[in-house]
Nanobody, 122 residues
Framework: QVQLVESGGGLVQAGGSLRLSCAAS????????MGWFRQAPGKEREFVAA????????YYADSVKGRFTISRDNAKNTVYLQMNSLKPEDTAVYYC???????????????WGQGTQVTVSS
C-alpha cells in the first residue's frame, strides 16, 4: 500500500513557475514508478510526466516537454514536478500516482493522491 499526498499548487501568472511535491508513505516507495497526471474541467485526465523507480528514466507529454521536470528523492519518499514557463492551458488539478511499472496511461496506476490545483492566469 502507498498513500500519496500532493502539495505546492496555487495561482501563478503565465510565464511563472511552481514546484509540486508528492509525499509517499510506505516502505516500498522506491519500488514504484511515479507519474504526474492532470485534469482540467470538462476534460479527461491526461498524462504529464513519469519517472522510473530509480529515477534513471523520465518521460514527458509533448505539451510539457522542455518546460516541466520530474524528479524523485527516494530517501525522502517524495517525487517532484518542477513547472516552468507556465501557460494558462496548464491550469488543472494535478495528481501524482504510483505503479509498479509506470507508463503514460492513467489506467495503469494503482495508487493516487487527492490532487492539487494549479491555476495559471494570463
Amino acid at each position: 500500500q502507498v498513500q500519496l499526498v500532493e502539495s505546492g499548487g496555487g495561482l501563478v501568472q503565465a510565464g511563472g513557475s511552481l514546484r509540486l511535491s508528492c509525499a509517499a508513505s510506505g516502505r516500498t516507495f522506491s519500488s514504484y514508478a511515479m507519474g504526474w497526471f492532470r485534469q482540467a474541467p470538462g476534460k479527461e485526465r491526461e498524462f504529464v510526466a513519469a519517472i522510473s523507480w530509480s529515477g534513471g528514466s523520465t518521460y514527458y507529454a509533448d505539451s510539457v516537454k522542455g518546460r516541466f521536470t520530474i524528479s524523485r528523492d527516494n530517501a525522502k519518499n517524495t517525487v517532484y514536478l518542477q513547472m516552468n514557463s507556465l501557460k494558462p492551458e496548464d491550469t488543472a488539478v494535478y495528481y501524482c500516482a504510483a505503479d509498479t511499472t509506470g507508463g503514460s496511461s492513467w489506467e495503469e496506476y494503482d495508487y493516487w493522491g487527492q490532487g492539487t490545483q494549479v491555476t495559471v492566469s494570463s
